[in-house]
């Protein structure tokens, strides 16, 4: 079976804090994908990473950093110096042999 | 390159209806996926369509179907509609299923109340 699990329901952070949102997950496939969406207000589900289970390279992408540790089953995201319009639901997901699983999302307040 | 597109954007309808959203997949995609977004259970998957076949299937009554046409863009129906129903419906799309999603593009979603 297959889980995602972000422990996170609410953060807060105030302006050009750094913040890392949390994903834990659960696979028995050997091959699999890890993915992060945001979801703004208005409701569409934006890509930001995708990563394969054999690619434990860390990425960073202007503000944006994720940190893959297959050993703890962790796909975290950090946000550098955020800002308000980081504000938002981040979902981590994960994609296996079956169909795309979901953590239950991140609400992110970046407040001015 | 158009995105995923959903119709309508906004839906309100009564118990016991049934109704029909629409998908047009990102050109050259083969691949639809159906989620169900509500704040008590998240974004649950509906079911996936690959070259017009049902490739997967969550964990939904009979009353939520789907199909795919030759040209890629899907449908979703859901009769007898419920109160519980009501959610933000969002369709995603992917070049080639393959064994797994390698990459998803959603839709905006089409939110639907039932009253």
């Known amino acids: ?112 | 390159k158009a995105g995923v597109t959903q119709t309508p954007r906004y839906l309100i309808k009564t118990r016991g209806q049934q109704v029909t959203l629409s998908c047009s997949p990102i050109s050259g995609h083969r691949s639809v996926s159906w989620y169900q977004q509500t704040p008590g259970q998240g974004l649950q998957f509906l079911f996936e369509y690959f070259s017009e076949t049902q490739r997967n299937k969550g964990n939904f009554p009979g009353r939520f179907s789907g199909r795919q046409f030759s040209n890629s863009r899907s449908e979703m129906n859901v009769s007898t509609l419920e109160l519980g129903d009501s959610a933000l419906y969002l369709c995603a799309s992917s070049p080639d299923r393959g064994r797994m999603n390698t990459e998803a593009f959603f839709g905006q979603g089409t939110r639907l109340t039932v009253v």
């Open chain 1, 1 to 112: 079976a297959q889980k995602v699990t972000q422990a996170q329901t609410e953060i807060s952070v105030v302006e050009k804090e750094d913040v890392t949102l949390d994903c834990v997950y659960e696979t028995r496939d050997t091959t699999y994908y890890l993915f992060w969406y945001k979801q703004p207000p208005s409701g569409e589900l934006v890509f930001l990473i995708r990563r394969n289970s054999f690619d434990e390279q860390n990425e960073i992408s202007g503000r944006y950093s994720w940190n893959f540790q297959k050993s703890t089953s962790s796909f975290n995201f950090t946000i550098t110096a955020s800002q308000v319009v980081d504000s938002a639901v981040y979902f981590c997901a994960l994609s296996g042999e079956g169909d795309m699983r979901f953590g239950a999302g991140t609400r992110l307040t970046v407040k001015p």
